[in-house]
């Protein structure tokens, strides 16, 4: 409650610097390289737009597989809230809708020939423990790939995922709302200038 003490000259100066987006080639190079799993993996950060922790503890519970949507609670469980305490549901592409329930149908199978307890979450390492480590595999992959895996982060499915839906033409409020972005200024910095032939074609139109 004490005021007064910074001033707004002393606040420190930054760069904002410019989102980044994957392109589709860098993708398709990345997911040449990868297995099943790992592409499942790449797609439901990219095609959900969740947060890395949001990944980690996503629970079959929060996907609905009928409506093909993903949801983001509160997981008691594990001591953990969402950023900012907002719980969010993201509709899902019908591909990732379809794998999903492959990947579902495929766990209970293995589950019921050993006899094994159900686990709640949807990526889980050995003994149902949420998975730490999506970064380190995904500059595996790039470097398997011969990419710059510096270039690779998980962050950047999330601004790819944001971006790509801006360019299809949804809404900026509908995008704020699957980001789970409190306003609309943080959502504002994925709005890139569309690369579609027919922004390209408007380009050439205004110096022909």
Known sequence: G????VNKGDWPRFVQTDVETYEKAELDALYAVCDAEEKLWWDFFLMSGCREQE????TWRDVNLTQGTVTVRWKAEWGWTP??????????????????TELK???????????GAACALVFPTSGCKPKFDFLDCLKAAARR???DAGEF?????RATFATWHLWAGIDLRTVQSWLGHSD?????????PSRSKETRAKVDATFA
């Open 105 to 115: 149908a495929a766990k209970e199978k293995a589950e019921k020939a050993n006899h």
């Open 153 to 157: 982060y998980l962050h950047k499915f």
């Open 83 to 100: 950023k900012a305490y907002k719980e969010r549901t993201i509709p899902i592409p019908t591909n990732l809708q379809t794998a999903l």
């Open 55 to 58: 990944v980690m503890y996503m």
């Open 145 to 147: 790939a011969k990419l």
């Open 184 to 192: 609309m200024e943080s959502t504002l910095r994925y709005l890139k």
């Open 2 to 5: 004490i005021t007064g003490i």
